[in-house]
Nanobody, 118 residues
Framework: VQLQASGGGLVQAGGSLRLSCVASGNIIRDNAMGWYRQAPGKERELVAS???????NHVDSVKGRFTISRDNAKNTVYLQMNSLKPEDTAVYYC?????????????WGQGTQVTVSS
């Protein structure tokens, strides 16, 4: 599976961005897709995830501001980011992983830079 992320950019605090990640290849239904981010000098952290069946998870720091969604017909996951803060500045990565395979399969997109100015 290959992932192509897009939608990053520079935005002022309080603004919005929408990230997109398109998956291609041998996609199976028992999967989840998610967004992670990595700020300079920090570890990569989960932002939000969604299973193929629609179960979502958002970390506390983005709840009420970010929303993950999927279009399974298009094999695409989105991250709508509102009320952006300077601390949201990071490289954002999408990830695809499976549940039903052994070993678990996972792959990452190339990352897209999000910069929020104060």
């Amino acid at each position: 599976v290959q992932l192509q992320a897009s939608g990053g950019g520079l935005v002022q605090a309080g603004g919005s961005l929408r990230l997109s990640c398109v998956a291609s290849g041998n996609i199976i239904r028992d999967n989840a897709m998610g967004w992670y981010r990595q700020a300079p000098g920090k570890e990569r952290e989960l932002v939000a995830s969604q299973t193929y069946g629609g179960i979502t998870n958002h970390v506390d720091s983005v709840k009420g501001r970010f929303t993950i969604s999927r279009d399974n017909a298009k094999n695409t996951v989105y991250l709508q980011m509102n009320s952006l803060k300077p601390e949201d500045t990071a490289v954002y990565y999408c990830r695809y992983w499976t549940f039903a395979t052994a070993p678990q399969y996972t792959t990452w997109g190339q990352g897209t830079q999000v910069t929020v100015s104060s």
